[in-house]
Every structure is written in structure tokens, then in C-alpha cells.
């Protein structure tokens, strides 16, 4: 695991935006892992900037989604397949066909989530995964307690996820879905590469707990320590807790300047 510190979110969103490039560049039909939120916001703005100069090209990408909220309609504005084309899809030269999202209105969600996870098996597997990580470590919608082997599956979201989120349902928490469809971490640890984003004190606890806690299912994220291929990339206030931050700031100063993005 590679933990990298910035100094804001805005400089880890152009730093995340240069992996993906690099990524593109050297493989045009790579298969993306993609996430929603608040927290990926800034490096989707910097790749629809990227794009728009010709600094990447998502022609021949394919991508899929970590989560939906059951129960809500493709064009329910609070539907991930809304947020995924208004901050990203539809500003980009992306293939619309080649964008996948969970359903969450599947007839048979048990089936659908088997089909979820074959179509990426199709695809030839997530090449770069992105996520973020809730206050409480969940990363997906994969709560505490979640199982490290699990996979796409529909998950129950705790009373926290459902207070995190209201503010995107104009506030109230009785109208946040309290199901959802989401990657299970052994979906998530297939990526070939994973890219954790984490911005604001709120994320610190989280944080720690991650990298330099035990691994355990009580920390969903903690699972990524034992991936072979993760960056996680944070500002100030989230690295805040970390006990060894000085050594992961003298590990990166360190690194050649073609592997920082790499």
C-alpha cells in the first residue's frame, strides 16, 4: 500500500487524474472501476478538463460502477446512474454502452448481482478501481461486519451511511433508500490497481484505522492492505491520525518522478 499526503484535495484530484492518463495511455480499452460521492467530484471535473483538451481519451474505456441504490430509478436526480452522467458520462467521449451500473430495480437483485459480476469477468477484469471511504471505513456500500471475500450483493446501509448521505436528499435521512446494490470487497480486491481517494478530519479516524490498523471486517477498508497494487491519496486533515506520516512523506519524496504517477 502506498500512502501519499497532499496538501489539498484539489492537488490529489490532479494527481489521481494523472494515473488514470497514464493508464489510458498505455491501455486505450481499459476496463475502470468507478465510485460516487462527494469526494471523487474534483477529479472528475479535472478528467472532463482533460478531455476536453485532448489530454486523454476515453473512446475505447469501459467502465463500472461500485454501488446503485435500490429502489430508485436510472433517472431519479439521487440515482447514481444520474450523478455518474452529469458529472462525468455525458462530458466525456465515453462509449454510453460501455458504462455499467448496478440496477436497482432488478427483478431478481440475487440474479442481477451474479451478472454484475460475470459482465466484469467479460470485460477482462477492473484494471483501476477508485473509491472513497466512509467515517467508518466502509469503502462501496460494504458496511462493517461486511465479509472480505464477498461479492456484488445488496447490503442493508447502517444509520450512519444513511445520516453521511442525507445531504444529498435535501437533508433528511427518512427519505435516504436503506438498501443498496453494491462491488463486495472481493470484487473490489480483483482490480488490478486500486486508487483510494480521502479528504477532511471526518476521514482521519478511518484512515488510520486502514492503513495501519489490524485487518479486519469491522474496518472493510483495512482489506486493502494485503491488495499488492493500492495508492491512497489523502489531504492534510485526513492523514491528521497517522502515526507514521513522516516516513510516508520521506518514502514519497523519494520516488522517482516517472513512478509517483505510475
Known amino acids: 500500500m502506498e500512502v501519499i499526503i497532499v496538501k489539498s484535495a484539489a492537488e490529489a484530484a490532479r494527481k489521481a ?39 486523454i481519451d476515453f473512446s475505447k474505456a469501459t467502465t463500472f460502477n461500485l454501488d446503485e441504490y435500490v429502489g430508485l430509478p436510472e ?63 466502509h469503502i462501496g456500500f460494504n458496511e462493517p461486519t461486511s465479509s472480505l471475500t464477498s461479492r456484488t450483493r445488496i447490503k442493508t446501509l447502517t444509520k450512519q451511511t444513511i445520516s453521511d448521505n442525507a445531504r444529498f436528499f435535501g437533508g433528511d435521512p427518512d ?17 488490478r490497481m486500486i486508487v483510494l481517494l480521502a479528504f477532511g ?4 479516524e478511518a484512515i488510520k484505522a486502514a492503513i495501519e490498523g489490524p485487518i479486519s471486517a469491522m474496518v472493510p477498508a483495512s482489506a486493502l492492505q494485503m491488495h499488492k497494487n493500492v495508492k491512497v491519496i489523502m489531504d492534510e486533515p ?20 516517472w513512478q509517483k504517477d505510475a
Open 201 to 204: 478530519e471526518n476521514k482521519a
Open 17 to 55: 487524474a494523472r494515473i488514470y492518463k497514464r493508464m489510458l495511455d498505455e491501455k486505450p480499452t481499459a476496463v475502470l472501476g468507478l465510485a460516487t460521492g462527494s469526494t471523487p467530484l474534483k477529479l472528475y471535473s479535472e478528467l472532463v478538463r482533460m478531455c476536453e483538451n485532448g489530454e
Open 75 to 137: 433517472g431519479d436526480p439521487n440515482s447514481y446512474r444520474y450523478f455518474m452522467d452529469a458529472n462525468l458520462f455525458d462530458k466525456i467521449n465515453i462509449d454510453k454502452k460501455r458504462t455499467h451500473m448496478p440496477c436497482g430495480n432488478a427483478d431478481d437483485v440475487n440474479e442481477h448481482c451474479a451478472e454484475y459480476d460475470a459482465k466484469i469477468r467479460l470485460a477482462g477484469g477492473i484494471d483501476l478501481q477508485l473509491l472513497g471511504i466512509g467515517a467508518d471505513g
Open 238 to 257: 485526513a492523514a491528521s491520525q497517522l502515526r507514521l506520516r513522516e516516513y510516508y512523506d520521506w518514502v514519497y519524496e523519494r520516488k522517482p518522478e
Open 175 to 191: 427519505k435516504v433508500p436503506t438498501h443498496a446494490i453494491t462491488m463486495g470487497i472481493g470484487s473490489i480486491m480483483d482490480a
